[in-house]
């Protein structure tokens, strides 16, 4: 029982270019979320699915795309990376008593 | 203004201190209250929820003032493996999105 996986652990993008950052979950639960968090701050929601085939905008989408491929997976796409979007970057999932984090993923755009 | 707002330290205290965090949220609508706590690089991780009759869970204990829309934190007897950065959260009810505030750094000295 692996909890919440994200890839890749780090990632080094220059302005422009896209990735898209991997998360998937073995614990069959129907929510999941995407956190930026920056230096001194605390963790704000990007997006969130709410259920398999449902996404929502949370605090900061902009710049930012997901897809909820399956229960399972809810990847995050940079299409055009820009240097604010360097953070860590946690994937996430519910049950109705505890939120489960993925290890995160340490992104910098040059 | 912040929806959950914490002191974010950093609180320097030596061993076997006890030391106490205060969080205030804005939104009155709020039945869901936890404290996290995350390691230096690491993930959050959940420490206890907090229940409306306060709650203790080992040298750890949680308060909630509803009417005031404020939640603390209590660490008696620190360690040195208490030293982290303690996130207050919020949720409208169990199982909903998450609020969290920026987090407060405790350093424990020998």
């Known amino acids: 029982n692996a909890g919440v996986t994200q890839t890749p652990k780090f990632q080094v993008l220059k302005t422009g270019q896209s990735m898209t950052l991997q998360c998937a979950q073995d614990m069959n639960h129907n929510s999941m979320y995407w956190y930026r968090q920056d230096p001194g701050m605390g963790l704000r929601l990007i997006y969130y699915?709410?259920?398999?085939?449902?996404?929502d905008k949370g605090e900061v989408p902009n710049g930012y795309n997901v897809s909820r491929l399956n229960k399972r997976e809810f990847s995050l796409r940079l299409e055009s990376a820009a240097p604010s979007q360097t953070s860590v970057y946690f994937c996430?999932?519910?049950?109705?008593?505890?939120?489960?984090f993925g290890p995160g993923t340490r992104l910098t755009v040059l | 203004r912040k929806e959950v707002e914490q002191d974010p330290g950093p609180f320097n205290v030596p061993e076997g201190a006890t030391v106490a965090f205060n969080c205030t949220y804005s939104n009155s609508a709020s039945q869901s209250f936890f404290w996290y706590r995350q390691d230096c690089r690491k993930e959050p991780k959940l420490l206890m929820s907090v229940y409306s009759s306060g709650n203790e869970d080992g040298r750890f204990t949680a308060q909630l003032n509803r009417a005031s829309q404020y939640i603390s934190l209590l660490i008696r007897d620190s360690k040195l493996s208490d030293s982290a950065t303690y996130l207050c959260?919020?949720?409208?009810?169990?199982?909903?999105?998450?609020?969290f505030g920026g987090g407060t750094r405790l350093m424990v000295k020998p």
């Open positions: 699915s709410a259920s398999e085939g449902t996404t």
């Open positions: 996430a999932s519910n049950s109705l008593f505890e939120q489960f």
């Open positions: 959260v919020v949720a409208e009810w169990a199982g909903n999105m998450l609020t």
